[in-house]
Each structure stands twice: as structure tokens, then as C-alpha cells.
């Protein structure tokens, strides 16, 4: 998509539009979570043969050693003098990598966790426990200093390429070849609609951190369905109107072709999705020690509790 200098005046402007419309100048941060051996190669010194990737590194280690090594890195690599000095030289964006196992493993312990597993690096999600917490901090400078953060998932399960960037050494690139290729790729788009959902709940500019988790169906009772279609806005009966499916590459915006000759098809591809909310919660990074209250709903209403963060 090529860069737009303008930014669109049909809601408010605020911060966060401005972030995402302006021109970007950015670097990339590489090896500050997921490790290449080039970048960094002081951490691959015990690292198991061939030395090529971060699995080389922590299975070479006890868990509690690889831990230390690694949260002190992650602490110490990019520090606030970086910031100042990318902010200095017009820097307004950054490239973080991360592997799978940087979130999976400490985003959320019931939730994410359970897709580590009979992944290369299930047995080291102690060692990644932290690491989540580590990105969330790392996004905080970044906003502190007006640098936008662009997160990218550089490790795929299974491995998206030959390379020890994406986690493993030696890798087959079983994301996109042999037995497990579907596997892999179911996990690794669910994987990113999470990350997608975990990032959309953090608010770097109040550093607060929203969790909400509930139940959804799909309405079949025609009679909402028409009420909640006749009160959406013209404009947005228009995009049902297309037949390409929601994500679906675009080399111009003006590609998206409409059928207008027949309304009825574009309320065909209309589906009301009711979410009921069971639990909430939110985690605030903004005081030391930080703090996380949990509420859930409940026999007689919601109930809610402070928990450790």
C-alpha cells in the first residue's frame, strides 16, 4: 500500500490516527526477542550445534538459566538512551520480531498457553513466561518517546522458512511442507488473530490492558437480523455487496468490485454474531508494581477480584 500523507478528516483526528497515517521512518529492532546468531552473537556462545537459532540456545541451557539470560537481555538490549537517540534522528517506527512463543507462553496462562502445545517450544514456555510483559514494556517506551511499534511475527510453528530466524534450526519449513503443513497453518493464523486481539486491548497511551472473553452465536432469528441491517448506515450495505471476502488482497482499493443490481444478495452475506461477556480483565502497567483485577459474572451479578499480575 503506498504511503498516505493525508490523514482521513472523517472521524477525529487523535493520536492514534496520527500514528497511523503519517509518513513512517522507521528501523528494524531485530534480535532483541527473536534471536539471529549474526546480530547477537554473544548469547550463542553455549548454544547447542549448529548455533543457528534461539531453540539452539535455550535447549543447551537449564530452564532457569536460559530464563535469567534471556529477561536480562530483553531488559538491556534496546534501554531508554536508544530510544532518545532514535527520537533524535526523526526514528517514528520500529520493526519488533517476535516468535510465537514470545506471546504464547506468557500473554495469557489459560488461554494462550494451551496452543504450545506439541510445538518445538512447549517445554521452554517457563522460559518464555516473561517475555510477553517484556514486549508490552518495550511498546510503552516506544509510545513514550512518539514511536509507533509495528509487531511482527517472525517464528512461525513448524518454521516459515529455512532460516534461524523463525526459531529453529535445520528447519524442514513444515509451515508450508509435509504431514503437519495444515496443522501448522491453522495454528499459526489462530495465533495471530490472538496477537492481533491481545494488542488491540492494550491502550500504550492510558498503559492499560483489557481482556474480554464471552460467549457468541450467530442470531438466526430473521426479525433481529432485518432490524440490526436496516439500522447500518448505507455506506456499509455497500460492502456486503462485494463478493471477495473480508482480507482479501487488494492492489488498489479500487479493485473491490459491487454487485449493485441485487440487494437481496448483499443482506444474503449479512450475519449477526451476538457476544455475551463473561469475564473481564484489566491489567494496568502504568504504577509499580503493576496492577490486575479480574471480574466475572456470576450467579448473582459480577464479582470481581485484584490478582497477582
Known sequence: MP????????????SRRIFQYRKQRGVNLGSWFSLESWLTGSLFEK???????????VSNMSPEDARKML??????????????????????SVRLPI?????????????????????EFEKFAPVYQGAW????????????????????????PGGQNKDGHCGIS????????????????????????????????????????????GRAEIIEDETRRRDFWNALRP??????????????VLASPNEMETDDSDPATAYARFCLVEIVISHVERLDLSSEPHRRCSFRQGLHGWEGRWIVP
Open 133 to 156: 510483559q517484556y514486549i508490552l514494556q518495550g511498546i510503552e517506551k516506544a509510545r513514550a518517546h512518539n514511536i509507533g511499534v509495528l509487531v511482527d511475527l517472525h517464528g512461525a
Open 71 to 92: 529477561e536480562n537481555h530483553w531488559s538491556n538490549f534496546i534501554n531508554d538512551g536508544d530510544w532518545k537517540w532514535m527520537a533524535q534522528h526523526g526514528v517514528n
Open 170 to 213: 535445520n528447519s524442514k519449513c513444515s509451515l508450508w511442507h509435509g504431514l503437519h503443513t495444515g496443522k501448522n497453518q491453522r495454528l499459526t493464523i489462530e495465533i495471530l488473530v490472538d496477537l492481533a486481539e491481545a494488542l488491540a486491548g492494550f491502550d500504550n497511551e492510558r498503559v492499560v490492558q483489557l481482556r474480554i472473553d
Open 47 to 57: 548454544a547447542a550445534e549448529p548455533r543457528g537459532s534461539e531453540y539452539d540456545v
Open 3 to 14: 504511503p498516505v500523507d493525508t490523514i482521513p478528516t472523517d472521524k477525529p483526528i487523535d
Open 235 to 248: 455506506h456499509t450495505h455497500i460492502l456486503f455487496r462485494s463478493a471477495l471476502p473480508p482480507g482479501t
Open 99 to 119: 516468535g510465537y512463543f514470545h506471546f504464547l507462553s506468557g500473554a495469557d496462562q489459560g488461554r494462550f498457553s494451551s496452543l504450545l502445545k506439541n510445538t
